[in-house]
């Protein structure tokens, strides 16, 4: 790269998620991974009110929620202003004054605001090539309602769900309670429809774990899903590509605690990851071509990890869910498995940012004008 300009990257995370924490740990790797002669890297923080920033030691300052010495920042919707802003404020007047260029968007916002669309919107309009799904594959991705209609449509097997709104359990939680008695025997699972991280997700033994585990999901969503509990063996499988995506091997997890909680995901170290997963090949491939199967499913791009849940009584495998800004730390399960697949956490990093490159090439042969 010597005597060539280096790519202008902005890593962002942080944001307005109960997955803040987790998109800082991932953001750490990431920049750590980022080859300095070959990227010109700007970090790009946003707190939990929605604020952006940029600033010296910004991820140490915002794992401390404290951003007072941070300077405001701003991306313009708009193709013609492309780049990072700073915002000065002189008197009652806010001025945009234009900090650098960006190439590229290596977004490590886990969870609402940063994996479900929204974002993406912004990158969209603002015409900047971006790492991971667009508003389309992010959206169906995120809800896993919504998610899980797509996918037994497309006749790939998904665990029994019903989705209720906050309203519903505000208003009239008897009657959720019942339709979620009626939708299988106990344990169930209660979830934030929008979110990841095992945050807001309960394991409900009972009538009582059934209500506790309604009104804690509804603080993050207003969308929760009641999930049939199985007994089974949690797999999971890495997806990397556009329109060619290829997959991992699979891996296994053995949480430490009942279920892949918050804390056994990310702070028990009894919990395990088995890479590869003790499966048999045939079990292996089947994973494997219904988890690009889904990615296509839903217009993917980049990256995403697809959980499996593996019957412990009968064999039988169903789809949990798609992850299209999976966790992205050293000891996260996406380039751990990538790893043992051939692929180390520096090259994995590399290969996303020229996917996002081609992404955004592939977008810029679509004519937005129409002429007779």
């Not at 924490?21 to 300095?36: P, Q, Y």
């Not at 900090?99 to 968007?105: C, G, K, S």
């Amino acid at each position: 790269m010597k005597g060539m300009e280096k790519l202008k990257v902005g890593v962002i995370f942080g944001g307005r998620s109960g997955e803040h924490e987790v998109s800082l740990m991932s953001a750490r790797s990431v920049i750590n991974a980022l080859d300095t002669e070959k990227y010109e890297i700007t970090q790009i923080g946003i707190n939990h009110e929605g604020a952006w920033f940029i600033g010296d030691d910004i991820l140490d300052i915002m794992s401390n929620q404290k951003d007072g010495t941070l300077t405001p920042v701003i991306i313009y919707p708009d193709p013609n202003r492309k780049g990072l802003y700073t915002i000065i404020q002189q008197h009652d007047i806010c001025i945009h004054e234009k900090i650098t260029e960006l190439d590229v968007i290596f977004s490590v916002l886990h969870g609402p605001f940063g994996e479900d669309g929204t974002i993406q919107g912004i990158f969209e309009m603002s015409g900047l090539a971006y790492v991971g799904s667009g508003v389309l594959g992010s959206s169906l991705g995120m809800d896993k309602g919504v998610f899980r209609d797509v996918m037994r449509a497309n006749g790939i097997p998904s665990v029994q769900t019903l989705v209720v709104d906050r309203s519903e359990i505000e208003e009239a939680i008897d009657e959720v309670i019942k339709r979620g008695e009626s939708l299988s025997p106990y344990p169930l699972f209660t979830k934030p429809a929008n979110l990841g991280s095992s945050v807001g997700i309960s394991k409900c033994h009972n009538r009582s774990d059934l209500l506790e585990g309604l009104m804690d999901a509804a603080r993050f969503d207003r969308r929760v899903l009641i999930e049939h509990g199985i007994n089974a063996r949690e797999i999971e499988v890495s997806i990397l590509g556009n329109e060619n995506p290829v997959a991992s091997v699979p891996g296994e997890i053995v949480p430490a605690a009942e279920f892949y909680t918050y804390d056994a995901k990310y702070y028990d170290e009894r919990s395990k990851l088995i890479i590869p997963a003790p499966i048999p090949f045939e079990t292996s491939e089947e994973v494997r071509n219904l988890a690009i199967r889904a990615y296509r499913a839903i217009d993917c791009a980049g990256l995403a990890r697809v959980d499996f849940l593996l019957d412990r009584d009968n064999g039988k495998l169903f789809l949990s869910e798609i992850n299209t800004l999976p966790g992205f730390t050293k000891i996260s399960m996406y380039p751990k498995l990538w790893e043992a697949s051939g692929l180390s956490y520096r090259e994995l990093v590399d290969k996303l940012i020229e996917l996002a490159l081609d992404r955004k090439a592939q977008r810029d042969l679509t004519e937005w004008r129409y002429t007779r």
